[in-house]
């Protein structure tokens, strides 16, 4: 893993665990068990970032067929899960499916392999993006 790919990855772990305080700071909900919450979101997103930039992304790096199957779920999960960004998890699973997408881009030289890899690409910038302004509007 390069020092670009670790700093994405503990940047994009980080955010998503920013975004679990900062959505637990700003609930005014008077439920007892918050911090059993807060703690299996950061436990789930910091599994999650662990299986994407310590397993998938090494194991894409290294495959000849690129990864970008992959990489669009990662993406699409990322994307879709935006709707419960205080998890953090938009920020882990779209980083790491633009990520996955970028290594299946370089791994293939097949078109259609890397116009799915680059569509991996965007959706998962895309979610990160999404993410920011859902956290911020909380």
Do not use: H, N, Y
Not at 125 to 137: K, N, P, Q, S, T
């Amino acid at each position: 893993m390069s020092i670009r790919e670790a700093a994405v990855s503990v940047l994009a772990t980080a955010a998503g665990l920013a975004a679990i305080v900062f959505e637990r700071l700003s609930a005014d909900t008077g439920v007892t068990d918050e911090p059993l919450v807060a703690g299996l979101a950061g436990a789930v997103t910091v599994g999650f970032a662990v299986l994407l930039f310590a397993w998938a992304l090494p194991r894409a790096k290294s495959r000849d067929d690129g990864a970008s199957g992959m990489a669009l779920v990662t993406s699409v999960v990322g994307f879709f899960s935006v709707a419960s960004a205080w998890t953090g998890l938009p920020f882990v699973l779209g980083a790491g499916g633009a990520m996955l997408g970028t290594a299946a881009r370089r791994g293939t030289a097949e078109p259609r392999q890397r116009a799915v890899a680059g569509f991996a690409v965007g959706l998962g910038v895309g979610a990160v993006a999404l993410a920011c302004v859902a956290v911020a509007a909380v």
